[in-house]
């Protein structure tokens, strides 16, 4: 063994590991941006079809290059008839995000440009991998919203080719047309969710991609990582809480006998933003506009005053809502199943991931670090029938 021992960065905290303009993260004036547009902007007049554009090719596109990215987006929504069977004979009670992987996985082999990019660079294949890429975006609703109507025990609804991306995913949820307000709310929250630096499971997608496999496995890589607790999630148990809480009266005590536990508050704090999370203020509009429209002021009101008293007791330690405080409630108030909350958030991030694939690949290196060895240098091997 070597005799200096080299540093060991466990779980790569701080360390940069790679160069991107598709975000950043200023955590200490709580601000995000993609591609110097400011989260703000971006939520107020874009979309989602035009987040994820920006994110693919650098720049915002103009009306024409738009336009004809949503006819390409909206046109591949469909999954072959074989894609659908598979869905319909997993277990009903399947996770839904093992539902997702196992959708995206499938839809691979029936993609007619897989086999030709195999093992090669973007610059080289362009072309195809961009229209996988969107094949992939596309088809991510329609795997989710399939499902979900599947375990209802209800018709599947065929994706329409007339709505954006956030209306057609609640059109085949729940076979009608969402109102105005609930297909903006979609996608405010696609738009806040679709990238957001080197998060776990966007790692994970560049350590698939950096071998020049291909963006199936890639994305299939980014919805396993994305997954578990750590990552997706606390937004289902921030909204569990407020519905614990039931009413803005009981909510300082419970949250002051929660702390006194030493017990954490879900939808609080954040590794990287020390202050507000743009992406909570911004949802936070929007579940007060909904808690009104839908009758749920009591759930937006028992927020409120966990976050008065969570910023007066922890505010000066830089801890205050994150995005997963405010887009659980939202989703409730949308109707949206709690186990549906973090494949909503793999279906935007799906752009990011791709995104910075994408980007990657530009000057694609291996990714391949080191583990300090700490076992024995030595071992006598004993036969099998020696050993205790
Ligand atoms: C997200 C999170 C893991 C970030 O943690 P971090 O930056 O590594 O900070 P730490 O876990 O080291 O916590 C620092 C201090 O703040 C406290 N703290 C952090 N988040 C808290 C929360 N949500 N509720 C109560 N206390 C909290 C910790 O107890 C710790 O206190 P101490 O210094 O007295 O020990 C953490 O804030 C958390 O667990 N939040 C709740 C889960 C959540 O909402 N996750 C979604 C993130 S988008």
């Known amino acids: 063994m070597a005799s200096e021992v080299p540093p060991v960065y466990i779980g790569l905290k701080g360390i940069y590991v790679a160069k991107t303009a598709l975000s950043y993260i200023d955590g200490e004036r709580g601000r995000l941006i993609y591609r110097g547009y400011s989260i703000e902007d971006l939520a107020e007049h874009s ?9 693919w090719f650098g720049k915002l596109p103009n009306r024409k ?15 072959p008839d074989d894609v659908v069977d598979i869905l319909r004979k997993l277990p009903k009670s399947s996770h839904p995000m093992d539902v997702l992987k196992t959708g995206v996985a499938a839809l691979g082999p029936f993609d007619p440009d897989l086999p030709n990019i195999w093992g090669q660079h973007i610059h080289e294949k362009r072309t195809e991998n961009l229209r996988i890429a969107i094949r992939i975006l596309s088809k991510m609703p329609t795997i989710m919203a399939y499902f979900h109507r599947m375990r209802e025990g209800k ?6 080719t007339d709505l954006s991306h956030a209306a057609n995913f609640l059109y085949m949820m729940w076979g009608r047309e969402p109102k105005e307000i609930e297909a ?20 994970a997608c560049l350590v698939t991609a950096s071998t020049l496999s291909d963006l199936y496995s890639a994305v299939v890589t980014g919805i396993s990582t994305l997954k578990g607790p750590l990552h997706g999630g606390a937004n289902e148990q921030a909204l569990k809480m407020l519905m614990e809480i039931g009413s803005p009266e009981r909510a300082r005590d419970y949250v002051k006998a929660k702390l006194e536990r030493k017990e954490r508050i879900m939808g609080f704090g954040h590794r990287v933003y020390k202050a507000y999370d743009p992406r909570a203020r911004i949802l936070k509009k929007y579940a007060e506009m909904l808690a009104k429209e839908t009758g749920q002021e009591n759930l937006f009101n028992t927020a409120l005053e966990v976050e008065k008293v969570m910023i007066e007791l922890l505010g000066k330690k830089g801890i205050f809502p994150n995005v997963d405080f405010y887009s659980g409630q939202v989703y409730h108030m949308l109707g949206i199943p709690t186990d549906i909350f973090t494949p909503i958030f793999a ?8 995104g910075h694939v994408f980007e990657y690949w530009e000057e694609n290196v291996l990714i391949r ?4 060895y700490v076992g024995p240098m030595e071992a006598k091997y004993i036969p099998l029938d020696e050993r205790l």
Do not use: Q
């Not at 018709?155 to 329409?160: G, H, T």
């Open 184 to 203: 903006k709310l979609m996608d405010v929250a696609l738009i806040l969710h679709a990238d957001h630096g080197f998060n776990a499971s966007t790692f």
């Open 65 to 79: 290059e738009l336009e004809e990215f949503k006819e390409n987006l909206s046109r591949e929504r469909e999954i």
């Open 47 to 55: 979309s989602f079809e035009e987040v994820t554009y920006l994110l």
């Open 347 to 354: 279906i935007s991030r799906t752009s990011g991931w791709i």
């Open 155 to 160: 018709e599947i609804v065929r994706p329409r």
């Open 369 to 372: 670090p080191r583990a300090l």
